[in-house]
């Protein structure tokens, strides 16, 4: 629901989720950790901030979407050999193409 009211530029709404979500981790300690990957409602919360020139409550957050991402998936270096074994292109550094509605850069 926050992608939607975020698309609709209805901030408030998504911080309404934002005091929501909080209380459930305040009622339920690592609520966020049991429940699922919730990083990328995490994130959009941060775009919000971010836009609203709240810099230091974004960077916040984001890093708490990143560390919920790697917690779940692993580093950030094993997404980047999986696109690039998508592109078929070697594993090794450097900067992606874009293909397929893909682009990454190391």
């Known amino acids: 629901m926050a992608r939607a009211w975020f698309r609709r530029d ?4 998504v911080l309404e989720i934002e ?12 609520f ?9 409602l995490i994130a959009t919360i941060a775009s919000v901030h971010a ?8 960077a916040a957050l984001r890093d708490e979407a990143m560390n919920i991402m ?3 998936s692993g ?8 696109v ?3 592109l078929g292109q070697p594993d ?7 293909r397929d509605g893909l682009r990454m850069s190391p």
């Open 84 to 86: 690039r074994a998508r």
């Open 10 to 13: 209805r901030w408030d709404r």
């Open 75 to 82: 580093p950030p270096e094993r997404c980047e050999r999986a």
């Open 19 to 30: 005091q929501r979500l909080r209380a459930l981790e305040q009622r339920s300690p690592n």
């Open 70 to 72: 790697v917690a779940a």
């Open 51 to 58: 836009l609203r020139g709240e810099m230091d409550q974004a």
């Open 92 to 98: 090794r550094p450097g900067k992606l193409v874009q």
């Open 32 to 40: 966020l950790n049991r429940a699922g990957a919730y990083c990328f």
